[in-house]
T-cell receptor, first 114, second 111 residues
């Protein structure tokens, strides 16, 4: 199994509080991604990174920010959580250009905003 | 607009049956992925293909680029195959890293 770990695995937070999710990889892959998964939707890309300090927005980036200060860590921050951000969040990594190379996924983080 | 459509949405089969899950897409692609998501939630990559056919154990994935269609077949299905199977494509015109995902096919294999 690819070495990719998400933390925390579960979190309940209150509306308006900041939340940071962490994705850690031991594969030294260049590309890292954050997705959210909601009922009735396929996985949707929030942000991705193509190198240290290199990030870009995905389809549903509003309300989220990311940082990548080291190859192995990709952080997703909700500056002020809202109930619409209740979701399951997945981190993924790939060695080559996203989508053109095999992707490896973390176990997911279930976030509930109350 | 759904750029990636999977069928069926739900599928129940008896152990041992041959199973086919379909994926149709409306955009030009450079790669297609099949993923498996178990009830525990983890997602595993099964195949990545851009042409032809790939086989791994009891799983076979095919793609027809001209028809914009891919199928995932499971031979001699087993209850442990019960999972959600997800198709995802990389759009030619899409931004780097932006896979487009189908909504998944939920498979339940009964003993």
């Amino acid at each position: 199994d690819a070495g990719i770990t998400q933390s925390p695995r579960h979190k309940v937070t209150e509306t308006g509080t900041p939340v940071t999710l962490r994705c850690h990889q031991t594969e030294n892959h260049r590309y890292m991604y954050w997705y959210r998964q909601d009922p009735g939707h396929g996985l949707r890309l929030i942000h991705y990174s193509y190198g240290v300090k290199d990030t870009d927005k995905g389809e549903v980036s509003d309300g989220y920010s990311v940082s990548r200060s080291k190859t192995e860590d990709f952080l997703l921050t909700l500056e002020s959580a809202t109930s619409s951000q209740t979701s399951v969040y997945f981190c993924a990594i790939s060695e080559g250009t996203g989508g053109a190379d095999e992707a490896f996924f973390g176990q997911g983080t279930r976030l509930t905003v109350v | 607009k759904n750029e990636v459509e999977q069928s069926p949405q739900n599928l129940t089969a008896q152990e041992g049956e041959f199973i086919t899950i379909n994926c149709s897409y409306s955009v030009g692609i450079s790669a297609l992925h099949w993923l498996q998501q178990h009830p525990g939630g983890g997602i595993v990559s099964l195949f990545m293909l851009s042409s032809g056919k790939k086989k791994h154990g009891r799983l076979i994935a095919t793609i027809n680029i001209q028809e914009k269609h891919s199928s995932l077949h499971i031979t001699a299905s087993h209850p442990r195959d019960s999972a959600v199977y997800i198709c995802a494509v990389l759009d030619y015109g899409g931004s780097q890293g932006n896979l487009i995902f189908g909504k998944g096919t939920k498979l339940s294999v009964k003993p």
